[in-house]
Structures are given as C-alpha cells and as structure tokens.
C-alpha cells in the first residue's frame, strides 16, 4: 500500500455539528492522524437522526471515520482545557 500524503501530520478537531467533522475527515482519510476532542456531554451529531445504539448515529459515525477520539474531561484538569490540549501536541 502506497504512503498518504498527510501520513505523519497530526490534527486536532475541536469542531462539532457537520462541517468542521466533514473537513477533519477529509485529513483523516488522507492519512493525518486526527484526533476529535468533545465536550463531555459528546458531539451534538451523536445524537441526530435515528440510530439503533445510543451515541453512535450515522452522521456522526459518517463525518468521524479513521478519528482517534478523545472527551475533555476538564474536571481532571488543573486548568481546563490547557492540560488537556497539551498532551496532544506534544
């Protein structure tokens, strides 16, 4: 199998809803690593439309293929959402 072309390029998708996961997945499938951080509650699109398991709809599961997935937990954090970001760049 031949090398992606953004084999080696990390990204982190912050966004929720379409779009921003639409474009993210586009990186993905090209061979970035991305990794989707959610709110603790998740993604709002894990819930939109209808879906024989709980939190995995179609649109979500859809726009957030060949993702690494991460909840922010910012109550573990001492300082919520810098902790957090900075264990993925690093």
Same mark, same amino acid.
């Given at each position: 199998? #031949?090398?992606?072309?953004?084999?080696?390029?990390?990204?982190?998708?912050? +966004?929720? =809803?379409?779009? %921003?996961?639409?474009?993210?997945?586009?990186?993905?499938?090209?061979?970035?690593?991305?990794i989707?951080?959610?709110?603790?509650?998740?993604? #709002?699109?894990?819930?939109?439309g209808?879906?024989?398991?709980?939190?995995? +709809?179609? =649109?979500?599961? %859809?726009?957030?293929?060949?993702?690494?997935?991460?909840?922010?937990?910012?109550?573990?954090?001492?300082?919520?959402?810098?902790?957090?970001?900075?264990?993925?760049?690093?």
């Amino acid at each position: 199998m #031949s090398r992606l072309p953004l084999t080696g390029i990390r990204v982190i998708d912050a +966004s929720a =809803v379409l779009m %921003g996961p639409y474009a993210s997945q586009w990186l993905a499938d090209f061979g970035a690593e991305v990794i989707k951080v959610e709110p603790p509650e998740g993604d #709002s699109t894990r819930q939109t439309g209808p879906t024989t398991e709980r939190g995995m +709809s179609p =649109v979500f599961l %859809g726009v957030n293929r060949n993702k690494k997935k991460h909840r922010h937990r910012p109550e573990k954090a001492r300082w919520p959402g810098r902790d957090a970001s900075a264990s993925f760049v690093q």
